[in-house]
């Protein structure tokens, strides 16, 4: 743990320590085995827009961080596949909103039951005192998400 961190937030939270944390279970966690075998990218978009809502193709760029053309013929295939459908906008007829469709939806919840499913034996492994503090930190995680959501507005 490096000081200039604990210094720079005047905490006991080293964010050089959570980040590499974060990052390793990351990397460990995205890996994970999938029935429904589709690009981190594509889970992405289909996740934002369950959690958020309907949402212009320059917005969703600009949050998965990807090309507008890309982003387009992304989902144009996420269209095809009937994952999402474009709907006009209510506040501008020219222009369309992406919504998720109940089969995207069903994509994004079998990929997390299925995820729980492999976390469940590891976490049985941890000790009581391992799995309360991580059961501790979820509202702040949670917490720490939405602000990171907020600032990418």
Do not use: C, W
Not at 10 to 21: C, E, N, W
Not at 76 to 85: A, C, I, K, Y
Not at 118 to 131: G, I, N, Q, S
């Amino acid at each position: 743990m490096t000081p200039t961190h604990r210094a720079d937030l005047d905490t006991d939270l080293d964010v050089g320590d959570f980040t590499r944390v974060i990052e390793n279970f990351n990397r460990y966690y995205i890996r994970l085995p999938v029935v429904q075998k589709l690009s981190f990218t594509t889970l992405s978009v289909l996740d934002t827009l369950a959690v958020s809502g309907p949402k212009r193709l320059t917005e969703l760029a600009r949050t998965e961080q990807i090309s507008q053309p890309g982003l387009t013929q992304m989902i144009t295939r996420l269209e095809r596949d009937g994952l999402v459908e474009r709907r006009p906008d209510p506040a501008d007829g020219r222009a369309a909103l992406i919504h998720i469709t109940e089969s995207g939806r069903m994509i994004g919840q079998a990929r997390h039951e299925d995820r729980g499913r492999h976390l469940r034996p590891l976490v049985a492994r941890l000790t009581p005192a391992e799995r309360q503090a991580i059961a501790a930190a979820l509202p702040a995680l949670t917490r720490l998400a939405e602000l990171g959501s907020e600032a990418g507005r």
